[in-house]
T-cell receptor
């Protein structure tokens, strides 16, 4: 199993541009989530999903959209990037009643 | 959810045991203690979790005090590869257990020295 795969690893955007961060998992996990991590900070939950067609907001959802059309994929969309969204983004997944959260290797995003 | 308090940083000599403390004095009876670690530039990695009893797995041991107000993560023989930020997290067992969310604080930076 590849686990949780995130693409791209690095991205530079200009203010106002849009982009989608991709996340895929091959473990048949129902629960998937997106976190952001800023320097010196812990991880903050952006959005999460407990299954295809079901998403909900975390603690910092503003400026981000998600959808879950399949069990495997959970993309994160930035509709109009802002410098405040410069961060490292992590996708994570687990079984719906699982104890372990599995993380991807992260996407480093810079918004100029 | 109960908050946790961890030291900002700790040092440990290679080959010695690393004992990482965590205070969670407001923990409730149904709240689990989790530990994750994050090696530089990588995604966090699950280590261990527990409710009341001490737990041990291939990575570490978790010691929870009898009043459950604090816990200690023990890495029995630390190596240089154990240098990482260690997060102590308390989570509530929600209804059905499916929607629990983990809140990661700033953690403890453990530096293992040669």
């Amino acid at each position: 199993n590849a686990g949780v795969t995130q693409t791209p690893k690095f991205q530079v955007l200009k203010t106002g541009q849009s982009m989608t961060l991709q996340c895929a998992q091959d473990m048949n996990h129902e629960y998937m989530s997106w976190y952001r991590q800023d320097p010196g900070m812990g991880l903050r939950l952006i959005h999460y999903s407990v299954g295809a067609g079901i998403t909900d907001q975390g603690e910092v959802p503003n400026g981000y959209n998600v959808s879950r059309s399949t069990t495997e994929d959970f993309p994160l969309r930035l509709l109009s990037a802002a410098p405040s969204q410069t961060s490292v983004y992590f996708c994570a997944s687990r079984q719906i009643t699982g104890e372990k959260l599995f993380f991807g290797s992260g996407t480093q995003l810079s918004v100029l | 959810d109960a908050k946790t308090t961890q030291p900002t940083s700790m040092d440990c000599a290679e080959g010695r045991a690393a004992n990482l403390p965590c205070n969670h004095s407001t923990i409730s009876g149904n709240e689990y203690v989790y530990w994750y670690r994050q090696i530089h530039s990588q995604g966090p990695q699950y280590i261990i979790h527990g409710l009341k009893n001490n737990e041990t797995n291939e990575m570490a041991s978790l010691i929870i005090t009898e009043d459950r107000k604090s816990s200690t993560l023990i890495l029995p023989h630390a190596t240089l590869r154990d240098t990482a930020v260690y997060y102590c997290i308390v989570r509530v067992e929600g209804s059905g257990g499916s929607n629990y969310k983990l809140t990661f604080g700033k953690g403890t930076l453990l530096t293992v020295n040669p």
